[in-house]
């Protein structure tokens, strides 16, 4: 069973908002990963990271979208200004060595941008 | 870049009936292969992965799922399905090059009738 942990559970944010999720990945992975999962059960990629080092991120990660892995912490992830479209699962996983391992899903921040 | 197609969106079964779920990638050589499983308001869990050797992988649950080169495939099977497979599957898949980069079919939702 996956021990990445995920808070808060449920997020609704007014447009315009910051919105915050945490991740915490299971002990001893240093590979980081967030996806979007939208209704339509699309993954989007949005960012990873390896010993706090960002590995790869999109652009859309770049403009509204933040996150850090600081040690001794947990990562995060957050919306500058929250967008209805923003609306969607944040999934957060971890590996030991990146995704030809097996990759551990956290149950997800389910964000809802009213 | 890589990408899966899984052309069935929903497959409706009868308890004890056998099961095939498709999938189809895209990628120039040999990728890293995987299947997903997504219960309702759980993460992401690992049924089986191929990275070589035998086309033919079993993985939890009474899953395997058969790599065929030539059609670019990797179908998700089981003998007999149990109602509380009903869930969401996804396959995967990452390049060897790049294997932070898990990519995501958009999921079969399986419904398993009693």
């Known amino acids: 069973n996956s021990k990445v942990i995920q808070t808060p559970r449920y997020l609704v944010k007014g447009q315009g908002q910051k919105a915050k999720m945490r991740c915490i990945p299971e002990?001893?992975?240093?590979?980081v990963f967030w996806y979007q999962q939208n209704k339509n059960n699309e993954f989007k990629f949005l960012i990873n990271?390896?010993?706090?080092?960002?590995?790869?991120q999109i652009d859309m990660t770049e403009k509204r979208f933040s996150a850090e892995c600081p040690s001794n912490s947990p990562c995060s992830l957050e919306i500058q200004s929250s967008e209805a479209g923003d609306s969607a699962l944040y999934l957060c996983?971890?590996?030991?060595?990146?995704?030809?391992?097996?990759?551990?899903f956290g149950k997800g921040t389910r964000l809802t941008v009213v | 870049a890589q990408s899966v197609t899984q052309p069935d969106a929903r497959v409706t079964v009868s308890e004890g009936a056998s099961l095939q779920l498709r999938c189809k990638y895209s990628?120039?050589?040999?990728?890293?292969l995987f299947w997903y499983v997504q219960y309702p308001r759980q993460g992401l869990q690992l049924l089986l992965k191929y990275y070589s050797g035998d086309p033919v992988v079993q993985g939890v649950n009474g899953f395997e799922a058969e790599f065929i080169k030539s059609n670019s495939s990797f179908h998700l099977r089981k003998a007999s399905v149990h109602w509380s497979d009903s869930a969401v599957y996804f396959c995967?898949?990452?390049?060897?090059?790049?294997?932070?980069?898990?990519?995501f079919g958009t999921g079969t939702r399986l419904q398993v009738l009693p």
């Open positions: 995967a898949v990452s390049a060897p090059s790049n294997t932070n980069k898990v990519v």
């Open positions: 002990k001893g992975h240093p590979v």
């Open positions: 990628y120039s050589g040999t990728p890293y």
């Open positions: 990271f390896q010993n706090q080092e960002v590995l790869q």
């Open positions: 996983a971890s590996s030991l060595w990146g995704g030809n391992t097996e990759v551990f």
